[in-house]
């Protein structure tokens, strides 16, 4: 008889598949807002969907390269020196990509701000999902105590 406690690994892969699909979906919004308000200041009130097309595929394959090979950064445990180097690694190639694909016309310290909102948005997303698991453990402590009465109760 299977175990129906224990985690499978397609539950482990699909854990992993709808974290890539929630970061790709948060860091195209993220860099979509900076790249609209990009284009408002610049006078044009339209996003050109090619633009948004690289950039929402850069975010997937960037999200998969963050779990798979860059041990997953943005939700580690502490920012220690192996994590700030895959926000640096990712930042960089975002920054290459909106250059070769002229999100922000090639404009050098467009494209810089880019990078340090990218990073910025990085360390967000770190804190978020920090506080997130700290009010995670305080649930489970709690309903483990709630869990743990009502147990001795029926002693």
Known sequence: MKN???????????TKEIGIEFKA???FFAFLFYYCVFRL???????SILHMTELILACYIIGYIQVYLLWNFDE?????????AGMVICTIVYSLLSWLFNWFNKNLLVTLIFAA????????????YKYKRIIDDKKLNE?????QTE?????
């Open 117 to 128: 909102y990218i990073l910025l948005v990085y360390v967000c997303v770190y804190l978020i």
């Open 76 to 84: 580690a445990d502490s920012l220690r020196v192996k994590e700030i």
């Open 143 to 147: 309903d483990l105590k709630l869990f």
């Open 25 to 27: 979906c948060l860091y």
């Open 41 to 47: 200041i610049n006078g044009v009130y339209d996003a």
């Open 151 to 155: 147990h001795k109760k029926e002693d």
């Open 4 to 14: 129906k406690k224990k985690v499978t690994l397609w539950e482990l892969y699909l």
